[in-house]
């Protein structure tokens, strides 16, 4: 692309980053050496950072773009206007471009912030020109065109940017007599941070990390990066299986957005939690090491014994095929049952179903932890 063809510049979003950018950079660190900030600027900073980071990772992400869960409009309305704080453009904006982005994830003229472009262009540089692969068509979503939150939001977005970014930091910094630690701390640089925390999940969650579940795309999980997204590091997860409200599946990974959806159902401000089935998510992990190994023959093609590997790893393909049409018999018989509709047989046949299912994760989980341990005694061997 010659400098000629590039597109213009994306004016009011390019002004926001300046103006919001350009105090920290520039303003915020002599006020530091100058004076004293109060602990209570920071504290709001910290409490203003997550109502709105994870406003744009509980409400626009994974309510309006990914329809996770649904939400009571009290919950809804919480999480437009913290969400229209984070200075991250309306819900109908930013969900339409995600759906874009996973449904055209790493293409480089369809994905919206297409890693495959690189690092500045995923983060930021998206955003700072009018590229094509930002037109959004609104048509194909009826579900965020007919929720009146996100209409009224979308319309006097402005209002939502500006107003609880200008009246929440200066009106405490009044309150606590520390309005410029207030304004520097709780508005300028809360902002900064949390765009980059997020901005980071459309860069780095697609370049650094693991990628247990799939290599279809550039998503990766990423624990480091799951500490400061509010548990959105766990990408590679999420791509695979996006309607799931939870990214971090494990009780161990750190995903508050996930512990607050959760715990707002149980005040019944969110319903209809979407999981997915575990078994689903073990034949995903299966998969992956099955083609961990493959990727580990094909590259010691020559080695003496490679015969000997390939004959286990097919034996272990056959067995995954079979558990898999295993599965899918099951499935087709539950609904076969259900329709039946005979109470006592279709009550009898589904708690064998339960059980004929719990026996096919085992057989998966088992399946993972030989086809690990294959892998490691296979670079073993050939090392
Ligand atoms: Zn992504
Ligand atoms: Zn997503």
Redesign the pocket.
Known sequence: MTQQDRPPINWPATLMFILTTLPVLFVLPWYLWEFDVSAAAWVAAGLLWMATGMAITAGYHRLWAHKAYKAHPIAKWALAIFGGMALQNSILIWATG?RS??RH?DHKDKDP?S?ERGFWFSHMGWMIRKYPSSDLDYHGMPDLVSDPVVMTQHRHYLWFALVPNFVIPMGLGLAFGDFWGFVLIAGFLRIVVSHHATFF??SL??MWGRQPYTTE???RDNDLLALFTWGEGY?NY??IFQYDYRNGIRWWQFDPTKWSIWGMSKLGLTSDLKRVPEIKIEQARVNRELERMNEALQARESHSLIADWRHQIDAEWVQFKGTLAQWADLQKSRIEAAREQVQETWEHSDIKSRIDAIDIEKALREQRMRVRALYREFQLATA
């Open positions: 995600h982005h996973h994830v912030y890693a999940i459309n969650a697609h795309n550039s998503a990408h999420h791509h």
